[in-house]
C-alpha cells in the first residue's frame, strides 16, 4: 500500500510562472518531509525539507508547505526556470530510533517551458 | 573523491549470471541503503545497513543479498535474478537519523536478459 502519493506524473508551466508540485500522504505518524530533484542519469539530490511542527519552509526559489490536518505537502517554485525541468519526489518519514525510513512518492515529472 | 559512488552505472545480466553492485561513500555517515527504482513506480527500499548491521529487509528475494564490510562500503550480489528485476538500484547514505535526508548515488541501470 503506497503511503506516498504524487498524483501528477507530469506537469508543464511557462518560465516564470510558478509551479506547484503536490504530494498526499497517507500515514498521521509521519512528522519529516522532503523533496527530492533527480535529473536523468544522476541520483535524486536533497532539496527543501520541513518538520510537522512548521507548515511552510523557505529556500530561494523553493518553498514547500505542509497541511498535516489534509496529510498533504506542496512545493513551490517561484519563478520557475528551465533549469528546474527534472522528476521531484517527495518523501515521508517518522522519526525513530538511529535511522529514518523514508517512504517515496513515485515522481511528477516537472517540465518548464522557455 | 567526494559522495556517493556506484559501479557499474550500467549492468546487463543473463538470468543464470552472478553479479555484484558496488557502493561507496565518503560523506562519514553511518547508515547506508538500497533502493530499487522501476518505471513509474515509487522508489522502494530494499535495504538498510545502520552502523554496519542490516536493520531493515524489505521483504526482499534471496536472489538479492547484500553485504555490508564497513561503514563506507556496500555491496548487493545478484543470482538467478528475473527480467522483473530489470530497474534503476539506487544506493544513498545518511548520518545520524538522516535528518537532513539521504546522498543518493547515481545508480545502477541493470538489465536483465
Known amino acids: 500500500d503506497q503511503q506516498v502519493k504524487q498524483n501528477s506524473p507530469s506537469l508543464s508551466v511557462q518560465e516564470g510562472r510558478i509551479s506547484i508540485l503536490n504530494c498526499d500522504y497517507t500515514n498521521s505518524m509521519f512528522d519529516y518531509f522532503l523533496w527530492y530533484k533527480k535529473y536523468p542519469a544522476e541520483g535524486p539530490t536533497f532539496l527543501i525539507s520541513?518538520?510537522?511542527?512548521?507548515d511552510k519552509n523557505e529556500d530561494g526559489r523553493f518553498t514547500v508547505f505542509l497541511n498535516k490536518s489534509a496529510k498533504h505537502l506542496s512545493l513551490h517554485i517561484v519563478p520557475s526556470q528551465p533549469g528546474d525541468s527534472a522528476v521531484y519526489f517527495c518523501a515521508a518519514s517518522a522519526l525513530r530510533d538511529n535511522f529514518n525510513k523514508f517512504y517515496f512518492g513515485s515522481g511528477t515529472k516537472l517540465n518548464v517551458k522557455p | 573523491e567526494t559522495g556517493v559512488t556506484q559501479t557499474p552505472r550500467h549492468l546487463v545480466m543473463g538470468m543464470t549470471n552472478k553479479k555484484s553492485l558496488k557502493c561507496e561513500q565518503h560523506?562519514?555517515?553511518?547508515?547506508m541503503y538500497w533502493y530499487k527504482q522501476s518505471a513509474k513506480k515509487p522508489l522502494e527500499l530494499m535495504f538498510v545497513?545502520?552502523?554496519?548491521?542490516?536493520?531493515e529487509n524489505n521483504s526482499v528475494p534471496s536472489r538479492f543479498s547484500p553485504e555490508c564490510p564497513n561503514s563506507s562500503h556496500l555491496f548487493l550480489h545478484l543470482h538467478t535474478l528475473q527480467p522483473e528485476d530489470s530497474a534503476l538500484y539506487l544506493c544513498?547514505?545518511?548520518?545520524?537519523?538522516?535528518?537532513?535526508?539521504?546522498?543518493f548515488g547515481s545508480g545502477t541501470r541493470l538489465t536483465v536478459v
Open positions: 544513498a547514505s545518511s548520518q545520524e537519523r538522516g535528518l537532513y535526508g539521504y546522498t
Open positions: 545497513y545502520s552502523l554496519e548491521e542490516r536493520v
Open positions: 520541513i518538520s510537522s511542527i512548521k
Open positions: 560523506l562519514g555517515h553511518n547508515a
